[in-house]
Structure formats: structure tokens, C-alpha cells
């Protein structure tokens, strides 16, 4: 399915959170640019020069051999970003990447790009790009990253989710989001005039990396995207606005007061993702342009000539009958009735639950068929899967409500991708 629709849509390049072999694959002959990534749980593996040069042999010069088109390795996924990992991992990514340099330049493949991402809490950000500096406990390795950065021509990458930014973090208000801010709002920095938390976020990178002494480094935006549930202010009108905004000023080439000129940024993501764990939040799944049946969710043009239309559809879907499975009602036993939900979504997603999502609205008994009906399909409609201990019932009765729906899974597909889908569109 994500093949089809890159191709469909004419999508240049791709940014995937993994290097697995056999989904890389699925993209050979297709010419489209790939950002393939070594994951943080495999750099300490990758620890001297020969395992880095057995890595890179079979996980990116071989995939090039049989025709697909890698451009840039992620050594690392925000890998300085505040997580439990945090120490082993930073460490880690400094010793790695020189190594997998010297395998690249060594196989003929110095023209790969070697980085990492970077979430915005590497940051200690200010409301003004002036003031921000890198986190004090990771500037030493910071540093030390941008000269490795530097020395291989390689971007300084940064993840962005701007609404949690500028809602969160910034506290300015959330119209300050968007390009077509209907606020009174403007920050001015010196010299530079801000009116959308995009430039601001971009020029904040800027700033610190400038300040730095690197004020040529490339900045591309490795994420960007606007969720649609699972987050407030996250839905589908929301996005269609940001990402209208977004397209027009990528198709600018404008830039920003501190980085004129055109910047690479990444889209995220093509599709939903049911499987993606929500250790962040639940938005987590629901960063798609597509759902995770193929289907565009908004008006959006992947031309970037500002068109007001759906982009297409995937092809290939056939789904599974129309039939859910719903809780009958029966709360004698209201311990029984939890144990049955918790276990239905500790398998499904019930994400769309949460308190200002799509479906957190709904009745008591709603959700508990909402969790069911996701147990079920996603056992692929066993019907011994909707008992639930007495408690579920199989109907033909489509029970959505609103803009909450109860989906059917799906029977086949061309291909499914169970990592980041990340799109970048050329102007």
C-alpha cells in the first residue's frame, strides 16, 4: 500500500525509522530517495570498525546493489532526547558514527549522507531564537555531533510537533500554529519578524547551531506533521488548515529571517499506524495523511501547487465483512466487563478513547464496544475472539457514531510498512 501511493502520488523521497532488508527492499526500482535509519537499540552493537563495515555492507550497500536508492543513514533516532536510554544511547551514537563513515567512504558510498534526529528537547528553548541554546547536560556532545555533522556535509535534522511546541512549551496561543495566523500575534527578535511557530522552531535551531560556529550548516525538518485525534486540537479540520499553510511555504522557498532559501522538510507521516507504541501519547498513531486503510483523511496537494482536492486513493484494498463486535450490555459483573476491556486494548487501539479524541465521547457501553470491535478485527474477525466471557455479540449493524468509527480490518493489501512513514515533496 505505502509503495503504491509514493508512487501514485509522485512522492520523491522517503524517511523510514528502521533498516530492515525486507521492507527497504519493497522499494527497489522505484527510484525513490531513501532515509533509512540504524535504530537506537542496535548502536551498541555496532561498536568497532568491522561490525560497522558488516552493518553497512548488508544493510545499505547490498539493498543498493539490487536497486534501491539510499540517499542518508539515521545513525540514531533522537537519540539526545530525555528517555531512559538516554546516556548508554548518547554515548553510543558518537563512538558508531565515525565508524559507519569510514565503512561508507570505504565501500564507495561517501555521497550517503550520515545523521541524526533530533526531538526539540535538545533544546533549552526561549520565546525568541536568540536565547535558545542547546540542553546544558548534552552540550559537550552536541558539540561534538555537529562536528562530526559538519565534517561529512551532513544536516543538522530535527523532529518538530509545532502545536505541542508552541501550545506546551512556547505558551503562545495555538493560532500561532498555523501560517495563516488569524492572531494579533507577532514576535520580534532583533531584526526578525515572526508570525508562525514554524519559522520561529526553524530559526531557533539556527540560532543555537550559528552560535555554535556553524552558521552554514543545512537544517532539515526530519518530522513535521499535525495528528488528527489523540491530542488537543488534533483533528482532521486542523491538519487539513496546517498542512495548506505548510505546502505553500515549502512551495515558497522563502525560507526564514535567519535561513533564507529553501528547506527540506519531511512530512509525517503517509499513513496511520496501529501498531506505533504511544509511550508520547496517543496521537502517536494518528499522524497519517492516510488512514491505515489507505484512505486521504483531507484535501492536500502533494504537487505544492495549492490545488483544493483529495490526493488518491490506495489501491489494492479489500476489506473483510461488514460485521463488528460490540458488548451486549450486561454489566452484572462490572469487574468482568474491565478485565474484558483492558484486555481488547492491551491488543487494539483504543487511542480514539482518550479523553478530546474522536471517539472519547462516546457512552460507557460504546467504548466498551469500541474495544472490542478493535480485539476483534484485529484477530481478523475469529468470532471465538468476540466472546469476551459472554459478554460480546457479533452485528451487521455498523455501530459508529458521529466522527467516531468502528472499523473493519482489512483482508489484503499490497504491502504494509510498520514504521515512521515520513514523505518530503520537491517543489
Known amino acids: 500500500m505505502v509503495v503504491d501511493l509514493l508512487l501514485q502520488n509522485q512522492i520523491p523521497a522517503l524517511r523510514l525509522m528502521t533498516s530492515a532488508s525486507d521492507i527497504i527492499q519493497t522499494f527497489s526500482g522505484t527510484n525513490i530517495s ?32 539490487k536497486g534501491v536508492k539510499i540517499v542518508e543513514l539515521m545513525v540514531g533516532l533522537e537519540p539526545f532526547s530525555n528517555t531512559l536510554l538516554k546516556d548508554r544511547v548518547n554515548y553510543g551514537v558518537l563512538r558508531v558514527m565515525p565508524h559507519v563513515r569510514e565503512a561508507l567512504e570505504a ?39 555537529l562536528k562530526l555533522f559538519n565534517k561529512s556535509g551532513s544536516p543538522f535534522v530535527l523532529n518538530m510537533f509545532p502545536l505541542r511546541i508552541v501550545r506546551d512549551i512556547l505558551n503562545y496561543p495555538i493560532e500561532f500554529t498555523y501560517f495563516d495566523n488569524m492572531s ?36 532539515m525538518i526530519g518530522e513535521v506533521g499535525w495528528p488528527t485525534d489523540g491530542y488537543p486540537f488534533t483533528n482532521i479540520e486542523n491538519a487539513q488548515r496546517f498542512y ?17 532559501g529553501p528547506i527540506d522538510m519531511f512530512l509525517h507521516s503517509l499513513c496511520d499506524e496501529n501498531l506505533f507504541k504511544v509511550t508520547a501519547g496517543p496521537f502517536q498513531r494518528h499522524w497519517g495523511i492516510y488512514d491505515a486503510d489507505g484512505n486521504p483523511k483531507y484535501k492536500i496537494d502533494f504537487s505544492l501547487q495549492d490545488r483544493n482536492e483529495y490526493p488518491t486513493e490506495a489501491k489494492g484494498i479489500v476489506k473483510m465483512p461488514r460485521r463488528w463486535c460490540t458488548f451486549n450490555g450486561d454489566k452484572s459483573n462490572m469487574e468482568l466487563v474491565r478485565k474484558n476491556y483492558n484486555l481488547a486494548c492491551d491488543k487494539g487501539d483504543c487511542t480514539p478513547l482518550e479523553l478530546g479524541a474522536s471517539c472519547g465521547e462516546l ?8 474495544a472490542f470491535n478493535e480485539y476483534f478485527q484485529r484477530m481478523r474477525q475469529n468470532s471465538l475472539t468476540c466472546g469476551f466471557d459472554g459478554l460480546g455479540k457479533i452485528t451487521t449493524r455498523d455501530p459508529s457514531s458521529g466522527n467516531c468509527g468502528f472499523s473493519v480490518e482489512i483482508l489484503s493489501f499490497q504491502d504494509v510498512i510498520p514504521y515512521g512513514t515520513t514523505i518530503q515533496l520537491k517543489v
Open 363 to 370: 457512552s460507557e457501553d460504546s467504548k466498551i464496544s469500541y
Open 184 to 219: 494579533n500575534l507577532t514576535i520580534t527578535d532583533g531584526n526578525a519578524t515572526y508570525t508562525n511557530g514554524v519559522e520561529l522552531i526553524i530559526d531557533c535551531v539556527a540560532s543555537t547551531i550559528t552560535n555554535a560556529g556553524y552558521p552554514s550548516m543545512k537544517i
Open 244 to 260: 495548506k499553510g505548510l505546502l505553500k511555504f515549502i512551495a515558497s522557498e522563502k525560507g526564514t529571517p535567519l535561513r533564507p
Open 34 to 65: 531513501m532515509h533509512i535509519a540504524l535504530n537506537n537499540r542496535n548502536i551498541d552493537v555496532i561498536n568497532t570498525s568491522s561490525l560497522a563495515y558488516a552493518w553497512v555492507n548488508t544493510y545499505v550497500k547490498e539493498p543498493i546493489r
Open 107 to 145: 565501500m564507495d558510498l561517501r555521497n550517503i549522507l550520515t545523521t541524526t534526529s533530533h526531538g526539540i528537547d535538545v533544546f533549552n528553548i526561549k520565546k525568541v531564537p536568540s536565547e535558545t541554546e542547546f540542553r546544558e547536560d548534552i552540550k559537550g556532545m552536541m558539540l561534538e555531533s
